[in-house]
């Protein structure tokens, strides 16, 4: 069973940043569990659907989706940790996020495609 942590939220002022993490672990299994995953971040404002942000395959690929240019994500293949590193936080960028896995080659910014997800770590953006 697939299993997904995020840390690393919390308060930041406008035009700060956060580095949020993503652990991923797997009952029974050691090594690189990254390899065999699509990963993507997720968030959800207040009132508002969730939306992607970015994702990487399993392979290292990378796609951005709701935020381009301040926002990018990475993978410590080792640490089996995904790691979506925020800068120049906005208000809007307040919200839930969320990491989520598919055991697949491609990326999507659909939370449907997804099959295992974190419990999500709140971002606070304000001054």
């Known amino acids: 069973q697939l299993q997904l942590v995020e840390s690393g939220g919390g308060p930041a002022q406008p035009g700060g940043s956060l580095r949020l993490s993503c652990a991923v672990s797997e009952v029974s299994r050691s090594g690189s569990i990254l390899t065999d995953y699509t990963i993507g971040w997720f968030r959800q404002a207040p009132g508002k659907e969730r939306e992607g942000v970015s994702c990487?395959?399993?392979?290292?690929?990378r796609n951005n989706y709701a935020v381009k240019g301040r926002f990018s994500i990475s993978a410590d293949y080792f640490k089996n940790t995904v790691y979506l590193q925020m800068n120049d936080l906005k208000p809007e960028d307040t919200g839930v996020y969320y990491c989520?896995?598919?055991?697949?080659?491609?990326?999507?910014?659909?939370?449907?495609?997804?099959?295992?997800w974190g419990q999500g770590t709140q971002v606070t953006i304000s001054s």
């Open positions: 990487i395959t399993r392979s290292g690929g």
């Open positions: 989520a896995a598919r055991s697949a080659y491609g990326c999507s910014a659909y939370d449907n495609y997804y099959d295992s």
